[in-house]
């Protein structure tokens, strides 16, 4: 009797326990693949926006470009020539609304909307967001010269527009970079379209990213780099509260629900390997692109570097006036076309440098070197540009200190050391001092000046590709901000290392480099 009783209903009562215990695990198992399954697709929908954003940033900083280098030689543009310069990169590019230059804040030219020349900037345009023929538009500020400012003109959905996001139904809103309440741009798409006026409900916000993304681009209106903030929430990122109710719920029909679950569990799986793979084959062609965009920069920095050769030589032989005489405005002028042959030489020199050391390139010929003397002739080679900023230089060695280097890479980078110091001091009353010392196994140099110097938070990027310590503001100083980036890439390939220190702004800048004295065993000759 007592054994029926156990076989009617404790042995099926255990073994429903038993299914209703497998049915939890599968059930928390279930909440994990979704879980990842939610994260991968933020991490994608977090690329996809952050690649595009930087993708637009580096457009506008091109077009920016473009138009200050119009102006290189000239302070004044014609207005025709301005238009059709404008109209013609505006024809790849007509997302931008307005394109003006501002002269003490006077509107001196402006394309495709004409009829701003002559106004007043801030009283044409007094609010924020900035109004351009009824429009709102970010408003983004390049400094042409010391005398004019480049404005461009984008909407709020320059960055992130409709069609960036594939998936057919999500929300992505723009919030101000000075009030978080105030929406700049808004965007909804659902099965019932396409909308502009987006608002999320408690749950969305939830289930929400958020992307924040700081800019090098500076706002007239705001007065700083632009903060672009994004909020996007996509139906994916969402919890599947009715599966997981379905789940346990039909959990207790138990021949039936559990292989259901199994299947569903390896679907998800297989779903989250699929995404997976398709983010490894999507990142290694960013890769390619990657490689195949710098052998491209390489490519032609190699055919600008050409055409240098010949003006540099020619205004050489016109100077030295063996073709006839020069009178003084004719010689000036050559001087200037052949110091800005040096100068355009040089930052070709330094982004073809970067893209060698980019693409694990740079050769390099290791012999056995004084690197007194090299110093030495670096400083004498800049000796006139000492003279003419009125530097005092002192060269302060202990002994000879002979390794294994390349010569004339470790003079590249102390004559940009160099440069970059004659730069930032003060005339009449900069001072540069170099030293060079060692000990059993490692030779330092050290270049101090008594310069600008460098605020502490900005130091760890001074060595950064294309970083500017100025990027926004009027600047004073020229340069691509290649010199320091290929100073570390030389001295990394000589298995040395390179720093800056610096107490802050107007307490000048130490530059420290060590080298080792000998190479390892096994280092090629040739790199």
Known sequence: MIGKISSTYVIPGFVGILILCGTFVIFYQFLQYQNEIRESNKEKFTGIIENTISRREGRIETIASSIVALYANSNEVEKAEFDNFVEMILGSNQEIYNVFTLSNNTITQSF?????????????????PTQIAGKNAMTVEFDINDELLLIIAVPFDYF?????????????VLLSPIDDNVKLYSIEKSSDGIKYDTIFSEEELRDSITIEHQTSLFGHKIKQNYDLKYIIWDSSFGRQAAEQAVIVGVGTSLSIIIPILLIRSNLLRNQL????????????????????KDEFVTMIVHDLKNPLVPIQAYAEILLMQSLGSLNEKQIQRLQSIRNNALVLQKMIRDLLDANKLGLGKLRLDIQVHSLGEII????????????????????????????ECDRSRIGQVINNILLNAIDFVNENTGKIEVSLKKDARIATILVKDNGVGIAKDKIDSVFVKFYQIQPNKQRK???????LSVCKGIIENHNGRIWAESEGEGMGTEIHIEIPLKQPAGFPQNR
Do not use: A, H, M, W
Not at 116 to 128: I, L, Q
Not at 273 to 292: A, D, G, H, Y
């Open 273 to 292: 390997r699929e995404k997976s793979e398709i983010l490894q084959k999507l990142n290694q062609e960013l890769v390619n692109v990657e490689k195949s």
């Open 376 to 403: 030495k002739n670096e400083i004498s080679g800049l000796d006139l540009e000492f003279q003419k900023k009125g530097i005092t230089t002192t060269f302060e060695v202990s002994e000879d200190v002979s390794c």
């Open 477 to 483: 100083y020229g340069g691509t901000g290649l010199g």
């Open 112 to 128: 495709p909307i004409k009829e701003y020349v002559g106004k007043d900037f801030d009283v044409t345009f007094p609010t924020y």
């Open 160 to 172: 992130v527009q409709e069609g960036v996001v594939t998936s057919n139904n999500y929300k992505i």
